[in-house]
């Protein structure tokens, strides 16, 4: 038992560890590239989406290193799931004000990325042709971001109030802080589903995904206070796209493992469902005559199926 706890502690210390290096990373990111010139709608759909989605990929590296290759894809799955059910739909039950319709071009990178998941993870691995496809949407993101040259009224940008050098600092200090966090995230988590029999997919899809989706709730938070819509709209397109097209191909090119059925017919049908709701929901910004009532709803909905699915997963339901 004192395992257990010791191991539970350690969790909880590295889950704080990765999303305060999550954190620097991301305010550090962000000055210097306001400092060398990029634009402020660059920085907010790239550096934050990225920033936010680096627990993910760095759980999805240590999993790699230590073979735990399914909690890595629990975690991927269950993090995009959160990321609408949970992260979005605590924004539409705080929704106060017009968001200004996504450019489609991002939703339709969004839509293609788990059209190519789901065809990945049809026959329950992941092959080096699936890795390169992946590869292929983050690169036609990367070129959907290049392309968009007009600033929204949104900025994530750190005031420049903080000398460079220090900044710097932060910089490394925060990438290592996430390289450690995700490591020991990664063992503790094993450990823990071993002691209690827990299969790791499931760790991954609940504890994981949970704890590496904590920087977009907390950007979500903040955005609701700053009352930011549009930047929740986009951090969860980026964050939800990067997620997939960079972890994915990461167990794909460097890891031959085979996955449990369940993912495929039970979590990514979920995280597909979801998808598509979030993308019509997106849309749906364009009528500017549908009640904020109605967002208040669908937020209501989504965060009550998400506490329904986690249940499912813990076996309370």
């Excluded at 995700?182 to 760790?203: C, D, F, T």
């Excluded at 899809?205 to 977009?216: K, N, R, Y």
Aim: charge should be negative; glycine fraction near 8%.
């Amino acid at each position: 038992m004192e395992s257990l706890l010791a191991s539970v502690l350690w969790l909880a210390v590295s889950l704080i560890l990765l999303i305060w290096g999550a954190n620097k990373f991301i305010d550090s990111a962000s000055f210097l590239a306001s400092k060398i010139g990029i634009s402020d709608f660059i920085i907010g759909l790239s550096v934050v989406a990225l920033g936010t989605s680096f627990p993910e990929i760095f759980v999805g590296i240590s999993a790699v290193v230590n073979n735990n290759e399914e909690l890595a894809l629990g975690t991927i799955i269950g993090s995009n799931i959160s990321n609408i059910a949970l992260i979005f739909g605590v924004s539409c039950i705080g929704y106060t004000s017009l968001i200004n319709p996504s450019l489609k071009r991002n939703l339709v990178a969004l839509g293609m990325s788990v059209i190519i998941a789901i065809y990945a993870l049809n026959d329950l691995t992941i092959g080096k042709l699936d890795s390169l496809l992946l590869l292929g949407i983050f690169g036609y993101f990367l070129y959907i971001m290049a392309s968009q040259s007009k600033n929204t009224q949104e900025e994530i940008i750190a005031e420049d109030n903080t000398g460079t050098f220090k900044v710097i600092a932060f910089l490394v200090i925060g990438l290592a802080s996430l390289l450690i966090g995700a490591n020991y995230a990664v063992i503790h988590g094993e450990i823990i589903s071993l002691y209690l029999g827990i299969p790791q997919l499931i760790v991954g899809l609940t504890v994981l995904a949970i704890g590496t989706s904590l920087p977009e709730l907390a950007v979500t938070i903040s955005a609701l206070l700053k009352n930011k819509n549009q930047m929740i709209l986009g951090n969860i397109i980026g964050s939800n796209i990067l997620n997939i097209v960079i972890v994915m191909p990461i167990l794909g090119l460097f890891s031959n493992q085979s996955f449990n059925e369940l993912v495929l017919y039970r979590d990514v049908f979920v995280m597909t469902l979801l998808s598509i709701m979030f993308i019509l929901i997106a849309l749906s910004f364009s009528y500017k005559n549908i009640p904020a009532n109605v967002y208040r709803s669908i937020g209501i909905f989504l965060v009550s199926g998400y506490i329904y699915y986690i249940g499912i997963l813990s076996g309370l339901f």
